[in-house]
């Protein structure tokens, strides 16, 4: 299985900058699809950035611009710097893993989630 490993989380002031990193272990697997979600008190998760193993990226609308999503694929680790952040970027940010599990000469694909790490920015 993948165990995930968040970091980066924490408090700014609105129109600061911070860096989240999502690092991925696992053994007799293939990490895909990396991405981070977040979910703010009341609120559905939402995608806030996905970034495949070949390197293509998305983004939702709301942070085009502000927010870049990065890997290193070595590493089997995501990072998420967001900058111009604004009060309404606070949430819990979670990030997802998307990976092929192998099974003698099977394998199959299941979506990991990390723990959780809170950012909160103050206006």
């Known amino acids: 299985q993948v165990q995930l490993v968040e970091s980066g989380g924490g408090l700014v002031q609105a129109g600061g900058s911070l860096r989240l990193s999502c690092a991925a272990s696992?053994?007799?697997?293939?990490?895909?699809?990396m991405g981070w979600y977040r979910q703010a008190p009341g609120e559905q998760r939402e995608l806030v950035a996905e970034i495949t193993s070949g390197g293509m990226t998305n983004y939702a609308d709301s942070v085009k611009g502000r927010f870049t999503i990065s890997r290193d694929n070595a590493k089997s680790t995501a990072y998420l710097q967001m900058n111009s952040l604004r009060p309404e970027d606070a949430a819990v940010y979670y990030c997802n893993v998307a990976a092929l599990i192998y099974i003698g000469s099977n394998y199959y694909s299941k979506n990991f989630w990390g723990q959780g790490t809170q950012v909160t920015v103050s206006s």
């Open positions: 696992g053994s007799g697997v293939s990490i895909q699809d």
